[in-house]
Structures are given as structure tokens and as C-alpha cells.
């Protein structure tokens, strides 16, 4: 969905354990999911995608996990470390990529 | 390699000015670009999004404008900024399913 105007939500981690970063869209034609990790002052950098003939997708520490019944997207990091602090921004697009559209953000801090 | 480079860094810029941001790609062609704008502490607002020359998707009525007078160069302006323009501008650049952002402009409208 549109991130428009909007306060970002904060989620505090403590070291170690596992952190979960959840996210809804609203277009129904989205086929690709993207999942973003922004640090202070920097653009984002990609970090997991999925497609929509998928519901889950591993990478190093990350899984994507995507409920296309209730428009859902979340993203789990396991064993949260300092570094993982962090603007996380899921992202959707339909059909040709032409318009990739964020959700609003969540803000990560792991406290140490 | 595919890269995108965004500049200037940062900008201070007075109020009324005109702006000129540039953005161009290396290492890939016909991209699909974007201009988003991040203001602080904010979510991530689309722009503009180009899928070639000449075609500009404009998706805020506001006083910005872009264009794009060749393949991989995207450039975002204003004859006036307001104080509503400052924050993070972040170019960004698609090809398929591949989608890249540059380092950003930090822009204080002043």
C-alpha cells in the first residue's frame, strides 16, 4: 500500500532473539513482493523477494512469509543482531514492474 | 555491472529557488526509473516513474516535475520549492523484477 504522510511504527528487539515485521497490501493483481532494509541517511538496499506462486522464501537469517488470502506479507529475522537496525520496507508490484509501491516502514532497534 | 548514480548528496536550497536533481544508470537499458521521497522519519511516497523517453507517470499532483531526455538519465525539478519539499529523494531503477535505489539527496528547503 501507499505510505503516505504517515509516522512509522517502531519495533524493539532485544539482541538474539527473533524479530517479525509484518506488512499488508492492498492490490489484489500485486504478483511480486519485495522486502527493503533502509539504514540512517542511505537508500534501500534489497534484502528478500517473493513471488506470488510462493507463500514462504528463506535467505541468510531472513524468511518472507506471504498470505495472498488476507493481502499479508511479513518478514522474520532470526537471531536479531545490532546490525539488523534498521528501516525495513516491504514493497508490491503488479504485472511488468512498472510501479513499485512501498508500505509505510517499520522501524527496527535492537537493543543490545 | 548495473549502477545508478543520484546527486548531489545534499542540497540547502531557499525557498521560491528552482531545483534540479539528476539521476542516470549505467550498465543496463530502457530501465523503468523512479523518483520517491522519503520525509523524515516517514515511509517511502512515489513520485514520478518513467518506462522510456519522453514518458513521465506522475502519481502526487504537486509542484515537481520530471523528466527524462534520454534512455538511462531521469531528472526531477521545480521553478519554485516550497518549504514542503524538503526531505530524501531517492532515485531508483527497474529492470524486470530487478529493482535498485541510488544513495539519495537530502534536500532542506530553507
Known amino acids: 500500500g501507499e505510505s503516505v504522510g504517515l509516522h512509522l511504527p517502531t519495533l524493539s528487539v532485544q539482541e538474539g532473539d527473533n524479530s517479525i515485521i509484518n506488512c499488508a497490501y492492498s492490490?489484489?493483481?500485486?504478483?511480486?513482493f519485495i522486502w527493503y532494509k533502509q539504514e540512517s541517511g542511505k537508500g534501500p538496499q534489497f534484502i528478500i523477494d517473493?513471488?506470488?506462486?510462493?507463500d514462504k522464501r528463506q535467505g541468510q537469517r531472513v524468511t518472507v512469509l506471504l498470505n495472498k488470502t488476507v493481502k499479508h506479507l511479513s518478514l522474520q529475522i532470526a537471531a536479531t543482531q545490532p546490525g539488523d537496525s534498521a528501516v525495513y520496507f516491504c514493497?508490491?508490484?503488479?504485472?511488468?514492474?512498472?510501479?513499485?509501491?512501498f508500505g509505510i516502514g517499520t522501524k527496527l532497534q535492537v537493543i543490545p | 555491472s548495473q549502477t545508478i548514480h543520484q546527486w548531489p548528496a545534499t542540497l540547502v536550497q531557499p525557498v521560491g529557488s528552482p531545483l534540479s536533481l539528476e539521476c542516470t544508470v549505467e550498465?543496463?537499458?530502457?530501465?523503468?526509473l523512479y523518483w520517491y521521497r522519503q520525509a523524515a522519519g516517514r515511509g517511502l511516497q512515489l513520485l514520478f516513474y518513467?518506462?522510456?523517453?519522453?514518458?513521465i507517470s506522475s502519481e502526487v499532483p504537486q509542484n515537481l516535475s520530471a523528466s527524462r531526455p534520454q534512455d538511462r538519465q531521469f531528472i526531477l525539478s521545480s521553478k519554485k520549492l516550497l518549504l514542503s519539499d524538503s526531505g530524501f529523494y531517492l532515485c531508483?531503477?527497474?529492470?524486470?523484477?530487478?529493482?535498485?535505489f541510488g544513495s539519495g539527496t537530502r534536500l532542506t528547503v530553507v
Open positions: 531508483a531503477w527497474s529492470v524486470g523484477s530487478t529493482f535498485t
Open positions: 492490490n489484489s493483481a500485486s504478483d511480486y
Open positions: 517473493i513471488r506470488s506462486n510462493m
Open positions: 514493497a508490491d508490484s503488479s504485472g511488468g514492474y512498472q510501479k513499485v509501491t
Open positions: 550498465g543496463t537499458s530502457n530501465p523503468n
Open positions: 518513467s518506462v522510456g523517453i519522453g514518458q
